[in-house]
Every structure is written in C-alpha cells, then in structure tokens.
C-alpha cells in the first residue's frame, strides 16, 4: 500500500514539474517573440543582456540575501580560466538564439535547435576524433532529414535568422564540447571546490544523487543547473554583452523609448522575461531531479512541440503540410537519439578492448555529452 501510495506521488510530483518547466520555458520563448514582433523591440542583444543581469541579481539574492543555497567558492584563477569561457560561449549561444527569433517564426526556430545533436556529434568526431557507435550515427539520419525538409517548406524563411538559429547549435555545440573539455582535463585533487562545482556537488539531494552513477551528462548538468554556476556564470555573461549591446543597438533603444506609444508596459513585459528566465533555470533543476533521463528526454521534445504549437495559435506564423511533417520527423529523430544514447550507456564496456589515451574507460564516453533541451539556459 504504501509502495502504491509512493509510486503515485511520484508520478504527480514528475509531472508536474514537467508541467512547470514547460510553462516557464514555453512562456519565456513566446515573450521574447513578442517583445521583437507585437512590442517592436527589436534588438536582441539588449533582450539578451537584460535576461542577464536579472539572472545574476537573481543568483545573489538567493545565495547572499535568502541563503536559500549555500555558496560554492571557486577560486578566482579558476573563474577566469574555466567559467569565463564557458560564459562567452554561453553568451554568443543566447544572442544567437535571440537573433534567429528576431528573423524567423518560433516553429521554425526551435526545429532548427533541435539540429545540436547532429552538430555536436560532427564536432566531436572532427575535432577529436572520437568514435561514435553506428546506432548513433544512425539516429541522426531522421533529424537531418526532418531538418533539411523543414528549411525547404519553411514559408516564413528567413536566411540571416536561419543562420543564427544554425550558428546558435553550433556554439551549443562548442559549449558542450568545451565542458566535457573541463571535465576530463581538470585535475580533481588541485581544486576540490571547483571539481565539486562541475560535477560533485555537496549538496544535492538523494533524488538528485542517483543521476550521478546513470549519466555522465546528467551528472555534469546537474552542476549548470545550479544555482551557484547562475551566480558565477551570468555576471561574466552580462560583462561580455553589455558594451556590444551599448555600440551597436544603444541609439535604436534610445529611439525606441522616445517613440513608442506604451513604453512602461513593454518594459515591464522586457524585464519580467528575464525574471522568468531566471526561473526557468529552477524548473529544470526540478525537472530532472523528479524524473528518470529517458523521461526528461521525451518531455523536452514534447516540449519542443507544445512551443510551436501554442506559437503558431499567438502568432499565426503561416505553417506548411510538409513543414508541419519535417517537424515532426525531426522531435521524433531527437526523441529516438536520446533513447539510443540512454541504451548504449547502459551497455558495458566492450570486452578485451586495449587502453589507449583515446579509448573511452566506458561505453558512457562514446556519447556525446549533448541535450537541446537545456539549450540558452545558464
């Protein structure tokens, strides 16, 4: 009875914490389309540097002020070394992301994001040539075709803001790789509080532990998620950005403000976006800590859908029969990538295999460390 009682709280709790992640994420996504289209704010970086300063007010007033977490220190040497480049291409990955919604309709974005897989995988077998097993290369077929199906049908394209979107997956991409980077290559025992920041946290909790022996991904996510990596990540992200937005849109929000008819109520529509951004980072802390990895992959493609769907009734962006199918192969393509990735991590490692410098130490390392799902988020 009381295992019954447990399963069933357990089911309610996972879903509604995918509910709240898909309504914060969602929410976050159709206010930035408006702030560009319905608004005619259209100046990405300043929307983007916005979202950071919220979130490192945010962060502060969470660790410094509530206490509501406790403070991981990192060392100075090893902000500027280890965060601040995660941060800069964390940073070109949102304005990118910010851009592409200036250009093109939401639908169409977000199908195009949904390509980091594919890029992620390319990178990492160019670059380092790392071996990938077969099913996964095989996996990435319907996700390319549904993408190359989409672009051809899109009636709203745009080049520039496909571009971006597709720029956007490759600094995702990048980002991936450089963490994985940091990961592997940083020497646990030299610095045990950045160690714990990346992927040892002290502090999760016992739902929150079990990812850390299943996933290697998952491991390293949950520390992104933190709220202690918002608190050293975003005040860097927001020093990047903010002389660049100041140069070239600084003259154009000045303008913005003097002619606008309302401008009070679109400011506060500009900065409640970023507190939902802000928040949107503790939904998926809460998501994948009340859910199993295959779940979370299936809700963020489900996720994927619920965005065009609820963009499409808002914005009435004109959508194709065959644009509407190459969507659809394409969230079922990262859908099937996800499920091959969680079964090949649960396979051994491959038997007899001579250890070399480039051999994984298990069948885990052969993925890419990659999920869209968590994409522009800090």
Known sequence: MEESVFFQWSMIRS???ILQWWGFNVTVIIMNKWIFQKLDFKFPLSVSCVHF???SIGAYVVIKVLKIKPLIVVEPEDRWR????MSFVFCINIVLGNVSLRFIPVSFMQTIKSFTPATTVVLQWLVWRKYFDWQIWASLIPIVGGILLTSVTELSFNMFGFCAALFGCLATSTKTILAESLLHGYKFD???SFARLLCFNPFLSNSEAKFKSSDLFLQFLLSLLSINTVYYMAPFATMILVLPAMLVEGSGVINWFYTHES?????IIIFSSGVLAFCL???IFYVIHSTTAVTFNVAGNLKVAVAVLVSWLIFHNPISYMNAVGCAITLVGCTFYGYVRHMLSQQPPP???????RTPRNRI??????NDKLDGKV
Do not use: Y
Request: glycine letters at 2%.
């Open 53 to 55: 300063i919220c979130s």
């Open 365 to 370: 390392e052969l993925l890419p460390l990659v």
């Open 351 to 357: 038997p007899g295999t001579p250890r070399t410098p």
């Open 82 to 85: 280890r965060i601040f480049p």
């Open 281 to 283: 980072n503790f939904s």
């Open 190 to 192: 030299s610095d045990l």
């Open 15 to 17: 879903l509604l914490a």
């Open 263 to 267: 401008v009070w109520p679109a400011l």
